[in-house]
């Protein structure tokens, strides 16, 4: 979708942390790819390289919520309206 940059808004998420959250956009390196690391037959959908600023976002209790601003540039501030909004529901 060639959405290249992401901010995690805390403020509107529900029920998520994480210790050293981002304050500004991040660019996106990693990519989805099927690997066999995951044991399952047929493997399992795996990000590369690992991405700490991003990874390790932990639910805290249910419902949660998570919500994903995405840019394609990259954005002057958090500011910016981004060009979509992702939201995964966990209940």
């Not at 981002?22 to 493997?43: E, N, R």
């Not at 601003?69 to 966990?90: A, C, G, H, K, R």
């Amino acid at each position: 979708m060639n959405l290249n940059y992401i901010y995690v808004s805390y403020a509107d998420s529900q029920n998520i942390t994480k210790g050293e959250k981002l304050s500004t956009a991040y660019a996106i390196p990693h990519f989805i790819h099927q690997g066999g690391s995951c044991g399952y037959p047929g493997g399992c959908n795996n990000m590369s390289p690992p991405t700490p600023e991003i990874d390790g976002v932990e639910i805290t209790g249910y419902p949660a919520k998570i919500v994903a601003w995405l840019w394609e540039e990259e954005p002057n501030s958090i500011e910016e309206t981004p060009d979509m909004i992702f939201v995964l529901y966990f209940k």
